[in-house]
């Protein structure tokens, strides 16, 4: 159904890694302790208990912020956001809401889009509700400990894009080495703000009037799924001509749909002001220029250096600052020094189990390890020949089996009867998938 077009923005919550709570002297990291171990009446929501805000928590959020391009704040407070949940011992988070610590940003697609953010605001976390027979328990732990929040706009126009952004914000966090944003330990939570316009609405920057907020999504396969699945949802639903109901959904990860959780709350229902227990923030220029000195080098600058500077490829590049790729950079740098930076970044991305020799041990390999080089229209031959001869395994590919990549870039080879580019030649097969 193209007729209806996506329209989605998103919400991405991580732990920064910080030594105490956001608000308390709570030891922030709880991770195999006992439940309710790390708690004070502050982060145990008790009467009379008094918040601080913990300025390593402020900081960290702001590096992010100027990483992500965004506006600091001089200016910044916290806000009270109330509903009632077992979970939330106040019957209220403190969050912000008029004033974040960072306005604006945006992050870069590959395809040069420019994905803009509204804002990274810092909040506190709930605690851990444990649902057993029949039962709730609550685990207090997690409760106050640093989240930050980064709102995008509703910029996203297809789910591979919010994947890739959301990546790319992983990323960012890495290098900034601010958050372990692991995934698996559910480190980072994605929503996704869905609703469908139709041509019309889109050619005249009609946003629609209502959204649909998946909540709590854990993976990057789950987000692109969960989208597509909203996408053909509410397209259904419009095309009888009736109306897609505000409201919260979660991902079922077993079948691989959403499902209505409760109705959405509007910002009214949260009943948002300024927190009377903590004092507003300022900062001055120099506080941001200190912060901004001392940002390491981002993904983005290193793609463009390994491009500029040590003259890689397009793929390269992209291997070498985006996800794991990025883990290998100081050792790239390092080694490219001493010798052919191309061979070095052929070798480490061709040859993983070189990824963990010493320098000297590293460079005696590229001697053994040439690379002859082979034009683009010998590997296209080599690919078609292989692809000809391979239908089985690329329908397998072409219906999203990644696993037999490998075995056809290993064919490819051998049809080459040589060692080739292995970026190369996945390149040129995903090309011939479409
Ligand atoms: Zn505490
Ligand atoms: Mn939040």
Do not use: W
Not at 226 to 253: D, T
Not at 277 to 283: K, T
């Amino acid at each position: 159904m193209s007729k209806y077009h996506l329209v989605l923005g998103l919400e991405i919550h991580f732990h920064l890694r910080t030594k105490k709570k956001v608000f308390c002297g709570c030891i922030a990291n709880f991770y195999g302790a006992k439940p309710n171990t790390h708690v004070c009446p502050t982060c145990l929501g008790l009467p009379g208990a008094l918040p601080v805000a913990n300025f390593e928590a402020v900081e960290k959020a702001q590096i992010l912020g100027l990483a992500l391009n965004c506006k600091l704040n001089e200016f910044s407070r916290f806000d009270r956001k109330h509903y009632f949940y077992p979970d939330l011992p106040k019957g209220y988070q403190i969050s912000q809401y008029l004033y974040p610590l960072c306005l604006d940003g945006f992050v870069e697609l590959e395809n040069g889009k420019k994905c803009e953010l509204e804002r990274i605001h810092l909040e506190e976390d709930t605690a851990k509700s444990i649902h057993r027979s029949g039962e709730t328990l609550i685990d207090y732990n997690k409760s106050g400990s640093p989240l930050v929040e980064i709102v995008t706009k509703p910029i996203f126009e297809s789910a591979s894009e919010a994947v890739e952004f959301a990546k790319k914000i992983q990323d960012v966090v890495r290098t900034l080495d601010i958050a372990d944003v692991d995934m698996e330990k559910g480190q980072l939570r994605l929503e996704a703000n869905i609703s469908v316009r139709t041509t019309e609405m889109k050619e005249k920057g009609i946003l629609p009037d209502y959204k649909v907020e998946v909540k709590n999504i854990n993976s990057f396969r789950f987000l692109e799924k969960a989208i597509n699945y909203e996408i053909e949802r509410q397209s259904e639903i419009l095309e009888k001509g009736e109306r897609v109901p505000q409201e919260n959904r979660g991902f079922n990860e077993v079948k691989n749909i959403t499902v209505s959780q409760r109705k959405k709350e509007e910002v009214k229902d949260y009943r948002y002001f300024p927190d009377p227990d903590l004092p507003p923030m300022f900062f001055d220029k120099k506080h941001f220029e200190d912060l901004r000195k001392n940002l390491p080098e981002l993904p983005r600058q290193t793609y463009e250096k390994l491009k500029s500077k040590y003259s890689l490829n397009d793929n390269q590049a992209k291997f070498l600052s985006n996800g794991d790729g990025l883990l290998l950079v100081e050792k790239f740098y390092s080694l490219a020094e001493k010798s052919d930076p191309i061979k070095v970044a052929n070798l480490l991305i061709n040859k993983p189990e070189t990824r963990e020799l010493s320098n000297d041990d590293f460079l005696s390999q590229i001697k053994a390890f040439a690379v002859s080089e082979i034009s683009e229209e010998r590997l296209n031959e080599a690919v078609e020949t292989v692809l000809r001869n391979e239908t089985d395994a690329f329908e397998k590919l072409r219906s999203g089996k990644d696993q037999v990549l490998m075995y056809l870039v290993g064919q490819v080879m051998r049809e080459l009867k040589t060692k080739a580019d292995t970026t190369k030649i996945i390149s040129i097969i995903k090309s011939k998938l479409n």
